[in-house]
């Protein structure tokens, strides 16, 4: 015999006191890893903003962070460093988008698909050391074209290979990781580009330059903006690659805040690192929530995800 | 709002009753609360006679179909059947879960489909590895919470049949939710229509049907005609009839008879004073939509075999079959 | 799409453009690790190639990756899936704020946490070990991001919340629940997560570098200061042998669309 009853003589008070209980108990589900987060990446994060208005004897002063805005090396190395970023993130986005397309025009699931994604998977997260010493193997000293170079066109940048060590150089070796980034953030995007659009375009009687301006690059636009803005913040925030192939340690903030932390010179400046580093979040923090709200009208448009 | 008030049911062993109503009228809050998955702000509920309202659901041994995409999409649909089974490890070997999980299978009908995976299986087949699973568990209820709902109609009434079918050969307590009036009539011992959280009548289908005690089962279960007339001394006057009122009705005054369309009577007559609007053919039974004189539509049903002559235009006499009958006030 | 001649000219110049870019440098890895070096060698040789393994802090640093990944691997196991599972199961209202959480390290640099962490890595280090606890916390930090984005994704794929009471009807504990019937319906999403997790952990630099674990990535700049041609090998070979495992496990179809993160 099964019974559902409701006798009017409820003791709904203590009945509602132990299902709060329980449903309350549900949150100590996620008690580890907010304890996990909170040491690893919430204490270290409020470490860092929190110290930036600290100076060196823990009292509040904005004396690191006036003493950052004022500072011809520190103003130098953040100007080299948002070039580069720049540069590789337009360099990357345009390269990497192109090929994302010329991928999507071929065969779907052919060898070269395959292959090519499989690639821009190790490449995008190719440690920047080794990224490094690709490069000097290439244009270095010893390295593949400088050689070459040096016996076809001696009297050429590429014949010394000392542009290698500039912005130049790391311009060049930064877009060799953002073009990979770039297809595999673009791609689905590409592929979502349906076929139905341009056949409708065609059957209106458009042609390919009308529906590319006026169908095509539209609808792409906003993610690949968003997509070359996470190029901008993976670009600005890589150091592996400034630091193995660089010496000067402020050429560019990364390797600021690298010194300005474990300094063999002189003192180190923790300040100066947290400082240098609140500055480095306000930047990647604005130029996220750019992406965030591109992304907003993306979704709208990519229903098969 | 409450989502249950005041419900109160009692369910015999081997008993198919099902709850039947509106979306939100609170017959799948039950059905929750009976599996543990819902928490009861007052009340009990009693199974066996053990009071399991405190009991956490997966200690409950209840058996239960849910809508759609329950079945694990990694499993096969024998190692589905065989989960509940493997749960309870320490009291069955491998051998007995297999001939267990076959046994169900070929019960269901899908003995060949053991080793498909869910995607493999259509709709209705995947219902049916549901329902086998939820059985392989002996479960001492068997709760459906609208199973047939997202099926093609064709699947649905074949399927109903079964669950019936097997319901009744392995004696299993059960509670059918559904909204679909039919389904719950066609299959169940005893239906219990639902309305804002409470039970507004539980009775064997015929009872349901033919004495309704409120004017939303009337006409929540099966069609009806809504016919004013006055209502004084327990009957009410209508299509030149004098029916007898249900318990539950107005007892005087003008209302609203609700009169179901088996109940009419049609008969062709050149003097008649209604018309035919329109028939449908139903198969084995025919619809005809009657305007009556006084300008008002009614809707009445009878046997294919009764129909011929009654065509669209057809001048006919009606009349009414001495049944009792539900009035409702005026709005 | 229509596949005119002007399509596959552009096509074609593009993929070779692009193809050089990223095929040059790997080629040059290859001819310059194979070129003759010591006075001794003759001609083209696989020198440096051969004496990979006998690089000093190579093999211990390889080994050091591999547990510091074999370490996050289980972080993400045991603690974050679980973690988004549940707060998908039964705390609807904490999703968003989870899910902000998981991509607040996109706005935090490595470097940044470096700096951070500094104090805390210190603490343990002197209390508790010098084993790489810090980095696998700082890590599985890292890759929240993209391995939440993985799991979130196949978890909408499925109507867990259904699952998870048919499992319980059942008769199963919630551990059960999770661990046997959850977890194995958004396999791909775990695996993927943890893919992008290993290749992090493997190709990591900053933090390992300024905290002084030889670490595999460190390792190999430190090997680069004394003998060039032996780095380049050591990189050419991690990066054929990634590609490889790549290609050879089965596509899964969304992986590109892992890194899209997604605020909306």
Redesign the interface.
Known sequence: MTQVTDPRAGTATSRAGSRHWRSQSAYLGVLPFLVFSGLFLLYPTYNVVSGAFKNNENEFSTAALSEAFHSSITIHAFKNSLVLSLWTAVAGSILGGLFAWALVTGKKEGYFYRFSIALSSVLAQFGGVMLTFAFLATFGFNGVISTLAMKVMPSSFLADSAWLYGLNGLIVVYTFFQIPLMVLVFLPTIENLRPQWREASDSLGGNSREYWTRIGIPVLTPSFAGAALLLFVNSFSAYATAATLINLTSFLTPLQIATALSSEVGGANPAEAKALSFIMIVVVTFVMALYALLRRRVTKWEANR | MKA?D????????GELVALLGPSGCGKTT?LR?????Q???????????KDITFQN????????V?????????MTAGENVE??LK??AHKTSTEKRKQRSSELLEIVGLSTHRNHYPHQLSGGQQQRV?LA??LA?SP??L?LDEPLSALDAKVRTQLREEIRRIQLELGT?T?FVTHDQEEALSIADRVGVMRNGQLEQIAVPAELYDRPSTAFVAEFVGLTNPIHGNVSGGSIDILGGSLQVLPGSITSGTGIALVRPESIQVEASTSGKSRIFSASFLGASCRLMITLADGSRITAQMPSSESIGLIAGATVNVSVLDMPVFVKALP | MKRTWKVQAWRRFIIGFVGLYLMVPLYSMFDFSTKPFLIADSGRNLRSWRIIPSQPDLGIAVLRSMITAGIVMLLILFMIVPTVIWVQLKLPKLVRPLELLCLLPLAIPAIVIVVGIAPLYRWISINLSESPITLAGVYSMLILPYTYRSLSAALDAVDIHTLAEAAQTLGASTFRMISGVIMPTIRTGIINGSFIAIALVLGEFTISNILNFKTFQVVIAQIGRTSGNVAVSVSLASIIFVLVLLLLVPATKRRAAVLDVDLA
Request: charged share 20%.
């Open positions: 249950l005041g419900l109160s049911l009692d369910i015999a062993q039950a609360s009976l599996a543990g998955l928490e009861l702000d007052r009340g009990q509920m009693v199974v066996d006679g659901a997966n200690k409950r041994g209840m058996g239960m849910f809508q759609a995409y329950s079945l694990f999409p990694h989960y509940g749960l309870r549901a699973r939820a568990i001492k209820v709760l307590t509670l």
